[in-house]
């Protein structure tokens, strides 16, 4: 069967199945109410986009400098870089925030919240790109380092032009995982009133009283963020393989 | 060239003891003639390629002076990196970078260390790779190429930048006797054509053939040294003797 054929199956059978059991239950449904907010729910939806885009890239760097501290040489570096990953792994993203917002940017008169609900979601993404980030560049043979300091290769060299293409390769379906796990865990910005689309799709059911019509839209509104994170990833994956040799 | 090592001393971290070192080079000597291939034979762990990465500038010794011709290797990392750029160096395995094909792994060195344009790059392995037969393998990705068509390519891209010298630390030592001897014939013809190297290898039929003098490497020292017809014939070293005699006559 082809790739297409599969997952057109596997699709139709999932919305005929969730589709049943819609039908059973017996809900007043009331489409139009939910309607009359359509453009606070793009503006929610919008919202999101730009702060998780924001945060993504801001992330991809913190991880990227984190990952480096952590093979640093220099013990104090590798210290501050595994403390700063465990903390952040090993507590809610929700008490960061909290923490985030009324304290620390509190104590250092930081007040927009967009940019602290960004700053403490680039944080927490950070630590598990930094994880991915390490484990990438520990794949790579010491070999490969050999071989490109004898040719005579700069440590910068050597990063750019050996490791960095085969890392990348390595820590791409993991990235892009954790992209997407981004995505859905910047709803959590709605607890310091970030008016991004989960906050906003809340507040539509709170005014309508309709909830699974509110929140249908916001599966379909992450989902249309997601879908497309992982087909990308898929096509570079795609693009940058080559067997290992 | 001529080596002249003196009191070369290397520790690493002894696995085995936590804090404690392994001494892997103990106060080796060794003073060659003017020769062209010098070829590091002995058993395994007794120090040969800890002894090769040193001369390749790719370690430092923790004590000790090393010169080629006179001149003493420098011994801060840039200084290193100057130096590597002058010679060339083979390893058992994994040389080239497999994200590149063969080559984009011949370009590499000679457009991002050396200098040239692409185009002048491709015009200077033109030559090379023809003449050792691998054109068709130009395009390859290093996981199309055999064990042996990937060190030949890492030799060329070696021998490319136009070395003084070339250091092969067990080049065959990953292959099979089919691909060992394509890649023997290789190092064979440039012993040839005059491309000076130091090579080390358990090949002891080949090291003989090709070599103008052998060091017996073991414990961290050079037990002995000398024109490869005189070890073979002469030598009274019984450890060495027992080493050598396992080898089959030419």
Known sequence: MPRWLAHTVVVALLVAGVALAFARVDYAWNWAGVWEYRWKFLQGWLTTVGVSLAALLASIAIGAVAALMLRSRSALAAAAARVYVELIRGTPLLVQLLIGFYVVAAAVRLEDRYVVGVLVLALFSGAYMAEIFRGGLDAIPRAQIDSARSIGLTPWQSLRLVVLPQAVRIVLPSVAGQLVSLIKDSSLLSVIAISEFTLNAQEVNSFTYSTLESYLPLAIGYLALTLPLSALSRWLERRFKYEAA | ?250
């Open chain 2, 1 to 250: 060239m001529k080596l002249v090592i003196h009191g070369l001393v290397q520790r690493f971290p002894d696995p085995g003891r936590p804090g404690g070192t392994a001494t892997v080079l103990d106060h080796l000597e060794l003073v060659t003639g003017d020769i062209r291939a010098l070829v590091l034979v002995g058993p395994s762990g007794g120090g040969k390629s800890t002894l090769l990465r040193i001369l390749a500038g790719l370690d430092v010794p923790a004590a000790g002076s090393v010169a080629f011709d006179g001149v003493p290797l420098p011994r801060d990392e840039a200084g290193l990196r100057g130096y590597r750029r002058t010679v060339g160096t083979v390893f058992q395995a994994y040389n080239l970078f497999p994200h590149l094909t063969a080559m984009e792994n011949l370009l590499l060195p000679l457009v991002h260390v050396h200098g040239l344009t692409p185009a002048e790059a491709a015009e200077r392995v033109r030559g090379p790779l023809a003449r050792f037969r691998l054109e068709a393998h130009a395009h390859k990705r290093p996981a199309e190429l055999s064990g042996g068509q990937k060190q030949r390519i890492a030799i060329l891209r070696a021998l490319v930048v136009q070395p003084r010298r070339l250091f092969l630390d067990e080049p065959t030592s990953a292959l099979d006797p089919e691909m060992s001897a394509e890649v023997l014939d290789m190092i064979g013809e440039l012993r040839e054509a005059g491309t000076q190297f130091i090579l080390v290898t358990h090949e002891m039929g080949f090291a003989r053939r090709v070599a103008d003098e052998i060091a017996f490497i073991a414990d961290g020292r050079a037990v002995a040294h000398g024109p490869a017809a005189e070890l073979f014939a002469g030598c009274t070293e019984p450890r060495v003797r027992r080493f050598l005699e396992r080898i089959p006559a030419p």
